[in-house]
């Protein structure tokens, strides 16, 4: 199947900045020549089956559903779309394979699966990477250098735990749950995947995995993977359709956990989809993070912050840093740097090594962007955007700062999943944490100051289940990640997200 290549007109920029001393409103003197990632690195089908039992099948009624280039809108490929007697497939096949095969493996066997599968991972990065940013839109400088690697990372670390289960939790025996059925989003599609397996499978459960419908295809390269690690069937199986199938998923009683990273809209609705049962439930959704600045942080080092904490994957990230909260005395500065930084960011072709800010997953995330930034300038809020050019087809959105914002406005309240900061000022540390702290989600925060005791301070008195100090979207498997309120329950990575998977009994 052969795709577009998107016309982008090359990057002309914005005028140069003031403070770079070209004189004001002259064009900034170079541009990036396009740098394109090679494609051919990835074979595309023209189709795609679910995965169950260790093979490739179509979906029993044989319905396909079509998953698009969101940089171009053209088709890349037509994917399986399950039914209820798939999902049911998919649960059997999972259960025969913990019973008889999984849950019974010495955990120093299935080490050496999850150590494969973490090589063969890194072996196949590059493929990874290119259709990671092909089916998101992500750019390929994060795909390649954080997506890919981190998921390779999850399964090394996790295999590290598989048999040592008996030292994880002291005192306590360790017993896999069974079957987990995992729901993941489209947003980070193949570092969700291993967040969700890589425990899972340590501890000896099997899985069921139903991957995002806009982002089904890293999901399914990584069921290749499995097949060429020599997995037994049966232990992953992933299963690709609409929501009403990730519900059934969730719904099967032959499902012993449930996992979901997504809205919280449909975390509520998966809670009620297990309450009255025993399953257990781990939900990651939405944030709404603040990203603090003092008057005594480092200026420089917050700008590059600030950008990576809201820019980053189109600011299609649950912990995103999508509220600037800066104290008054230092605010003009740091807008004004902040503007400066923004005319530098390049937005266009996923593919391209030099991009920054890639496209926005889907026209119906894209249209959401746009009515929230809307509902900003409505409400009174100051829009500013860089003047840069943007591809002539795909879902893109130009780097967004609002100022002016109170903390009563839509876009200082809601999750807006996309590249747009809402800035608002503060003058003493009391009136930050008040300001941090209003809002139903808990999931992130990030704090600049020099001062090592208000960093403890401050830290201390955050409801956010990760507080970056003087850097912000950093992620490590061994460090455990999760909400407060209505960011969700339970925690990933770490011993932490080990525990998500075991039943612990006395010895
Ligand atoms: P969803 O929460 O709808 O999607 C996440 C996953 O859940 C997908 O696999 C989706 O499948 C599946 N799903 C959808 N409906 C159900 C259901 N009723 N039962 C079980 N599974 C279901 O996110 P959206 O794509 O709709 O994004 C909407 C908003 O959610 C975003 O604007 C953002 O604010 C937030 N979001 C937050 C994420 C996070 O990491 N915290 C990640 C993604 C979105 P399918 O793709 O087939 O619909």
């Given at each position: 199947?052969?795709?577009?290549?998107?016309?982008l007109?090359?990057w002309?920029g914005?005028?140069a900045?003031?403070?770079?001393?070209?004189?004001?409103?002259?064009?900034i003197?170079?541009?990036y020549a396009?740098?394109?990632?090679?494609r051919?690195?990835?074979?595309?089908?023209?189709r795609?089956?679910?995965?169950?039992?260790?093979r490739?099948?179509?979906a029993?009624?044989g319905a396909?559903?079509t998953?698009?280039?969101?940089?171009?809108?053209?088709p890349?490929?037509?994917?399986?779309?399950?039914t209820?007697?798939?999902v049911?497939?998919a649960?059997r096949?999972?259960?025969?394979a913990?019973?008889?095969?999984?849950?019974a493996?010495?955990?120093?066997?299935r080490?050496?699966?999850l150590f494969?599968?973490a090589?063969l991972?890194?072996e196949?990065?590059?493929?990874?990477?290119?259709?990671?940013?092909?089916?998101s839109?992500?750019p390929?400088?994060?795909?390649?250098?954080?997506?890919?690697?981190l998921?390779?990372?999850h399964?090394?670390y996790?295999?590290?735990w598989?048999?040592?289960?008996d030292?994880?939790?002291?005192?306590?025996?360790?017993?896999?749950?069974?079957v987990?059925?995992?729901?993941?989003p489209?947003?980070?599609?193949l570092?969700?995947?291993?967040w969700?397996?890589?425990p899972?499978?340590a501890?000896?459960?099997?899985?069921?995995?139903?991957p995002?419908?806009?982002?089904p295809?890293s999901?399914?390269?990584?069921?290749d993977?499995c097949?060429?690690a020599?997995?037994?069937p049966?232990v992953?199986?992933i299963?690709?359709?609409?929501?009403?199938i990730?519900?059934?998923l969730?719904?099967?009683?032959?499902i012993?956990k449930?996992?979901?990273?997504g809205?919280?809209?449909?975390?509520?609705?998966?809670a009620?989809g297990v309450?009255g049962?025993?399953?257990?439930?781990?939900?990651?959704?939405?944030?709404k993070a603040?990203?603090?600045?003092f008057?005594?942080?480092?200026?420089?080092q917050?700008i590059?912050?600030?950008?990576n904490?809201?820019?980053?994957n189109?600011?299609?990230?649950?912990c995103a840093g999508s509220r600037?909260?800066?104290q008054?005395?230092i605010?003009?500065?740091?807008?004004?740097?902040?503007k400066?930084?923004?005319?530098?960011i390049?937005?266009g072709?996923p593919?391209?090594?030099?991009?920054d800010?890639g496209?926005?997953?889907?026209?119906?995330?894209?249209?959401?962007?746009?009515?929230?930034?809307?509902?900003?300038?409505?409400?009174g809020?100051?829009?500013?955007?860089p003047a840069?050019?943007?591809p002539?087809?795909?879902?893109?959105f130009?780097?967004?700062?609002?100022?002016n914002?109170?903390?009563?406005h839509?876009?200082a309240?809601?999750?807006i999943f996309?590249p747009?900061l809402?800035?608002?000022?503060?003058r003493?540390p009391?009136?930050a944490?008040?300001?941090a702290?209003?809002?139903?989600?808990?999931?992130?925060?990030?704090i600049?100051t020099?001062?090592?005791?208000?960093?403890?301070m401050?830290?201390?008195r955050?409801r956010a289940?990760?507080?970056w100090?003087?850097?912000?979207n950093r992620?490590?498997?061994t460090?455990?990640f999760?909400?407060?309120?209505?960011?969700?329950?339970?925690?990933e990575?770490g011993v932490?997200?080990?525990?998500?998977?075991?039943?612990?009994?006395?010895?």
């Amino acid at each position: 199947m052969t795709t577009e290549t998107p016309k982008l007109r090359p990057w002309t920029g914005d005028r140069a900045p003031a403070s770079w001393g070209l004189g004001e409103g002259q064009a900034i003197p170079w541009e990036y020549a396009p740098a394109p990632e090679a494609r051919e690195i990835v074979r595309l089908r023209e189709r795609y089956g679910l995965f169950i039992n260790g093979r490739e099948v179509p979906a029993a009624d044989g319905a396909t559903f079509t998953s698009i280039d969101p940089s171009t809108e053209q088709p890349l490929a037509q994917v399986a779309r399950a039914t209820p007697a798939d999902v049911d497939r998919a649960v059997r096949a999972a259960r025969r394979a913990q019973r008889r095969n999984w849950g019974a493996l010495p955990g120093a066997e299935r080490a050496k699966y999850l150590f494969r599968i973490a090589r063969l991972l890194q072996e196949r990065s590059r493929e990874f990477a290119v259709l990671e940013s092909m089916d998101s839109g992500k750019p390929i400088k994060e795909s390649r250098d954080v997506d890919i690697p981190l998921a390779a990372a999850h399964f090394w670390y996790y295999a590290g735990w598989a048999d040592k289960l008996d030292y994880a939790f002291p005192g306590r025996v360790a017993r896999p749950l069974g079957v987990a059925g995992q729901i993941i989003p489209w947003n980070f599609p193949l570092l969700m995947l291993a967040w969700k397996i890589a425990p899972a499978l340590a501890a000896g459960n099997t899985v069921v995995l139903k991957p995002a419908s806009t982002t089904p295809l890293s999901a399914l390269l990584f069921a290749d993977l499995c097949r060429q690690a020599d997995l037994p069937p049966g232990v992953v199986n992933i299963v690709t359709g609409p929501g009403e199938i990730g519900m059934h998923l969730v719904r099967h009683p032959g499902i012993d956990k449930v996992a979901f990273t997504g809205s919280t809209a449909v975390g509520r609705l998966i809670a009620q989809g297990v309450a009255g049962t025993d399953k257990a439930l781990t939900l990651e959704l939405g944030g709404k993070a603040a990203n603090i600045v003092f008057e005594d942080a480092p200026l420089d080092q917050a700008i590059e912050g600030i950008v990576n904490g809201i820019y980053f994957n189109q600011g299609e990230v649950c912990c995103a840093g999508s509220r600037l909260l800066v104290q008054e005395s230092i605010a003009d500065q740091l807008i004004g740097k902040l503007k400066d930084r923004l005319a530098t960011i390049r937005v266009g072709d996923p593919l391209d090594k030099n991009t920054d800010v890639g496209a926005i997953n889907s026209r119906q995330q894209l249209e959401r962007i746009t009515e929230l930034v809307n509902a900003g300038v409505a409400e009174g809020a100051e829009l500013y955007q860089p003047a840069c050019e943007l591809p002539e087809r795909g879902f893109f959105f130009r780097p967004t700062l609002f100022t002016n914002v109170a903390m009563s406005h839509l876009i200082a309240r809601e999750e807006i999943f996309g590249p747009v900061l809402a800035t608002l000022t503060f003058r003493t540390p009391e009136e930050a944490i008040e300001k941090a702290n209003n809002t139903p989600y808990g999931l992130s925060a990030g704090i600049w100051t020099e001062k090592g005791s208000r960093i403890l301070m401050m830290v201390r008195r955050m409801r956010a289940g990760v507080v970056w100090a003087n850097t912000f979207n950093r992620f490590d498997p061994t460090s455990p990640f999760g909400g407060y309120k209505e960011s969700g329950f339970g925690r990933e990575g770490g011993v932490h997200g080990l525990h998500a998977y075991v039943r612990l009994e006395d010895r």
